[in-house]
């Protein structure tokens, strides 16, 4: 295991506290329990948003604490949900008085966590409305998942929310365009390359040399399927095609063209993945709306990307278009 | 060689194309001869920049093509230099009457492709000044290079000589501010893995399990010794110690603290430099006023990072708080 770490068991506290002195501008660290909010604190009349999973998909979820988007993330252990008690404290620290949403990727672990903060807070008096994202069309119930998994579409969900917080919606406005964004995006994966968890040290999963999963999933749980290596076109061909049948894309249609990186593939070959699918999505007569691109859900090391489709409405495009301030998302401010 | 990619021929092509696609707000390609400019076009009585060099670095330099820093950027083939040609056409293309700045980084073939452009433009009316950029100090004379190589600090210049020509200075006080932020900038990279030179389908070198490179080029050109792999915060002291030293870092400056990602290394670690970095600056008596974090100027699918630390002034520091809005850097607007 070739990493740039001191001892795997502080990978996560100490990325996360230099996460903190890089932009301490932006956010605060809570060292125990840990989690990462903005540094402006909460904001009375306004509804805090509250994500977090496992580490080593960063730059989600911390990466997205601050204006416009998340009012905090709590990061877990590697690959592993983070426990009720930070959930909780990050939630007390948002709450503005008119209630926390939590936004959830569905995993079994995040989901009983979060579920169990929210009736903490709700015994303390903070209402909390949760939404569970599962944008990742490659499988249904796999390893750590009843139902599908939450994957990259987590970012549009995020974006969406947040910018309707900061609007002034209440807690249920808010929740139902986190529902509503989620329900208007899928996304499908593939690896080249597994990651390998620090204190583990082993890959979560062994390709041979010309081997590559479809379908992966951002833990290195299993996809839909082992084929060789194949042209970046097919791949993307592979992924886009789950995607816009489970969407119902039909021509005329305005989307999110979101093509995400999974930790070790550069952006040579990210914008590679990008040119096809744009050009499937023009083929059926979509239209590209707005692109994203870059690493932002990544698992480790992992060579790999997914590809993200979102259907836009005038509302969503005008969410999505808001001003955000976050270590890395940042437009219009 | 497993990358997602089609024809190895085809790669920057390709790669280009879909960011063009993408960032079409931004940008327009050029296909023949192949560069990317500002979708705005020239700016009448503004300084234009155009910088380039061998794709493999990504986002650099392209993506930092937009307003407050380049006006266009020509990518040669992989870890190759672009031809006069193209960097001719781009000058020709952002040329808005009053001279264009060419910033280049330290490769013999980039300086003698980027001179030969320059004579050519001159010969056409186009006053052209150049900058170099060496901020490695790693090793001087190296595969490539005579005198040391231009690295991640290249991001540095192009903000500020960007922010300098947006504001209205003239070419020759764009080309100062250039060369005064390249000479308050030092950088020293690590490799734990070679990037694969698409067309070549071999890693550029090899590294057993255990080892690392200290002081790599970005194009895999050789550093100054490889050693047994290191926990990160000894391997940081390795590239600040050079760095701090040659700078002449004393208590009480003030400094932009940069970690760079070299393509194939997570977010999650490049904070793991980046907190002992800072540590290493605060023992010092140094401030850290600005920091930047990210896979900014990559070598393929290298694993490793580089740092850079650039000395600020009042005017570099404002310079780069100054708007940008490309597809790699965006604040302000």
Same mark, same amino acid.
């Given at each position: 295991?070739?990493?740039?770490?001191?001892?795997?068991?502080?990978?996560?506290?100490?990325?996360?506290?230099?996460?903190?002195?890089?932009?301490?501008?932006?956010?605060?660290?809570?060292?125990?329990?840990?989690?990462?909010?903005?540094?402006?604190?909460?904001?009375?009349?306004?509804?805090?948003?509250?994500?977090?999973?496992?580490?080593?998909?960063?730059?989600?979820?911390?990466?997205?604490?601050?204006?416009?988007?998340?009012? &905090?993330?709590?990061?877990?252990?590697?690959?592993?949900?983070?426990?009720?008690?930070?959930?909780?404290?990050?939630?007390?620290?948002?709450?503005?008085?008119?209630?926390?949403?939590?936004?959830?990727?569905?995993?079994?672990?995040?989901?009983?966590?979060?579920?169990?903060?929210?009736?903490?807070?709700?015994?303390?008096?903070?209402?909390?409305?949760?939404?569970?994202?599962?944008?990742?069309?490659?499988?249904?119930?796999?390893?750590?998942? &009843?139902?599908?998994?939450?994957?990259?579409?987590?970012?549009?969900?995020?974006?969406? &929310?947040?910018?309707?917080?900061?609007?002034?919606?209440?807690?249920?406005?808010?929740?139902?365009?986190?529902?509503?964004?989620? &329900?208007?995006?899928?996304?499908?994966?593939?690896?080249?390359?597994?990651?390998?968890?620090?204190?583990?040290?082993?890959?979560?999963?062994?390709?041979?040399?010309?081997?590559?999963?479809?379908?992966?999933?951002?833990?290195?749980?299993?996809?839909?399927?082992?084929?060789?290596?194949?042209?970046?076109?097919?791949?993307?061909?592979?992924?886009?095609?789950?995607?816009?049948?489970?969407?119902?894309?039909?021509?005329?249609?305005?989307?999110?063209?979101?093509?995400?990186?999974?930790?070790?593939?550069?952006?040579?070959?990210?914008?590679?993945?990008?040119?096809?699918?744009?050009?499937?999505?023009?083929?059926?007569?979509?239209?590209?709306?707005?692109?994203?691109?870059?690493?932002?859900?990544?698992?480790?090391?992992?060579?790999?990307?997914?590809?993200?489709?979102?259907?836009?409405?005038?509302?969503?495009?005008?969410?999505?278009?808001?001003?955000?301030?976050?270590?890395?998302?940042?437009?219009?401010?």
């Amino acid at each position: 295991m070739k990493k740039l770490i001191n001892d795997p068991r502080d990978v996560v506290d100490e990325s996360v506290e230099g996460f903190g002195l890089a932009h301490a501008d932006l956010v605060t660290v809570s060292r125990d329990p840990l989690f990462v909010s903005r540094a402006s604190g909460a904001v009375s009349g306004r509804v805090g948003i509250v994500s977090g999973g496992g580490s080593g998909h960063e730059p989600l979820h911390a990466g997205f604490v601050g204006y416009g988007m998340l009012s &905090a993330a709590v990061p877990g252990p590697v690959l592993t949900s983070p426990t009720p008690d930070p959930i909780l404290a990050a939630t007390k620290a948002v709450d503005g008085g008119v209630g926390v949403l939590h936004i959830v990727k569905n995993y079994t672990g995040d989901v009983l966590n979060f579920e169990t903060a929210a009736d903490l807070a709700d015994a303390d008096g903070i209402t909390v409305a949760s939404v569970i994202i599962d944008d990742d069309v490659a499988v249904k119930d796999s390893l750590y998942t &009843a139902g599908r998994r939450g994957v990259a579409g987590t970012v549009v969900v995020e974006k969406a &929310a947040g910018a309707a917080a900061e609007r002034g919606d209440d807690l249920e406005a808010v929740a139902e365009i986190a529902r509503r964004a989620n &329900a208007a995006t899928r996304s499908m994966g593939v690896a080249l390359s597994a990651g390998i968890v620090p204190h583990v040290g082993e890959p979560g999963f062994t390709l041979s040399d010309d081997e590559i999963e479809i379908g992966i999933g951002i833990h290195g749980e299993p996809g839909r399927e082992r084929i060789p290596l194949e042209p970046a076109d097919k791949i993307v061909e592979r992924l886009m095609t789950p995607i816009l049948d489970d969407l119902e894309v039909a021509s005329g249609d305005r989307v999110l063209l979101f093509v995400n990186g999974m930790g070790g593939t550069p952006s040579l070959e990210q914008y590679i993945v990008y040119r096809h699918a744009a050009a499937i999505l023009a083929d059926r007569g979509v239209e590209v709306t707005r692109s994203l691109v870059g690493s932002l859900v990544t698992s480790l090391e992992m060579q790999g990307v997914s590809i993200t489709v979102t259907r836009l409405d005038d509302e969503l495009l005008a969410l999505w278009d808001a001003p955000v301030e976050t270590a890395a998302l940042r437009w219009g401010r």
